[in-house]
């Protein structure tokens, strides 16, 4: 799949529980690559409550079930925005991990934010792949890297153009929501208990 036709969605409030099975469904060494260290599911569900919304950005993208497949959170803290993403196993190498990173440096920089943060393990290959193809300058040290992007400052395209990305995930969400319940009321119906 095209980066460009990834149906990315801003996530809000009501995603929480979906984040969370996100998070839990990663194994420990994509753990220990999403947040720098192994930690239990304890303290990824306390992660996912933290979060704020408001302040924040979290962006997801579904798959036929609506499960989150994909997810990048960007916090804000100051003039900086720091980015973690993750893409589930079974859905890697079509897109979604640029997808996501691309959305979320269009998001900051309609933010007027001016810079883009990623911390990462330097082994992680995949990852410094992206971050280089979106042209981020990354600097190695003891086996971490950082990255960093400097955004142009908004403008007319940049914020129409997430607007309507927005509005197209949206309406992904809604056809597929639409073709879940279409399948559960063609599925045989289950005899009665007792
Ligand atoms: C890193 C991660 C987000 C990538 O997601 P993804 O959806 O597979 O990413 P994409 O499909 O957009 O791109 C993957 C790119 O990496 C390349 N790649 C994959 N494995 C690679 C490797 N070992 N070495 C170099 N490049 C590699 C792919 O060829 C692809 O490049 P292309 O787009 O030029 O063809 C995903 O692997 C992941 O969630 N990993 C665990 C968590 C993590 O590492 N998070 C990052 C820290 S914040």
Known sequence: MNAKNVPVQRLTEGSRPGLARH??????????LRFGVVIPAAAIAEYVERI??????????YDEE???VAV????FTGDMAELGV???PAHRGRGLGSALLARAAEHVR???????????????AA???????????????????????????ADPASVT?????QRLALFDYALKSQAMRIKELNAPARPLEG
């Open 23 to 32: 998070f839990l469904s990663l194994d420990r060494e994509d753990v220990r």
């Open 66 to 68: 609506l499960a989150l």
């Open 127 to 153: 990852m410094m792949h992206i971050a280089r193809k979106l042209g981020m300058k990354i600097c190695v040290d003891t086996g971490e890297a950082d990255a960093f992007l400097k955004l142009a400052p």
């Open 86 to 88: 993750s893409v589930l």
């Open 72 to 75: 990048a959170h960007v916090a």
């Open 52 to 61: 704020d919304f408001d302040t924040d950005a979290v962006f997801g993208v």
């Open 161 to 165: 153009g997430e607007f309507v990305e």
């Open 110 to 124: 309609n933010r007027f934010v001016t810079r883009l943060f990623m911390h990462c393990l330097a082994e992680n």
